[in-house]
């Protein structure tokens, strides 16, 4: 994968098929770290699929027998000398907590994090998404988006308005810059 952001989409879509209900996506970079957690209310999943999660021959999908979303994520942050660990539980949700370091050779960049964004709150799924952005310059929170707050202020407005979407889109542009 090119950049983290596909990274994170890629695994945070999981949760759409693990019937989750919300995903919070948390990025939070440090000097030489970026540590990324992307935390579900799905449907989770049981010791032996959690064992067997990170194998690239292990996946629930029907249409190919090989899943590479969370083994890719896993080699990219080893390969940089940081980690990626699941936790996860039946009915209760699932948790990725990734490190990478930065500084290394093989590091790859954060890429278009607005557009993973876009798309994951976009999702047709009606999935609520929160993200949460610390850039290391900053000390405060610098980008928060909450669907479930947005879905107030829309008072039944679909995210799939067309109008909605070049909103969302350009609020997540504007946030990030
Ligand atoms: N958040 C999650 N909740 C429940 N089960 C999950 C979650 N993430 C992954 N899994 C389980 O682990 C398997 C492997 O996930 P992974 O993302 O590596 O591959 P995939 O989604 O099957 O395929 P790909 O990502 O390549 O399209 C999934 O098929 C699913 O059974
Ligand atoms: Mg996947």
Redesign the pocket.
Known sequence: MVDLSLHIL??AS??F??NATLVKIDIEEKEEYIHITIE?N????NEE?LKK?TNPF????TTRK??????LFKQTCEQTGGSLTIT?EVNVG?CIDAWMNMHSIDAIPLGDIGESIFVLVTNPYDVDVVATIRFKEQEKVQFKLDTREIKIILDGVPFSEPTIMVWLKEYIKSNLS
Request: hydrophobic share 35%; with cysteine.
């Open positions: 890629d695994v999981n949760a098929k693990a579900d799905g449907c989770g999943m699929e999660v292990f996946t629930s999908r090989v899943g590479l979303g969370i083994p996860s699932t």
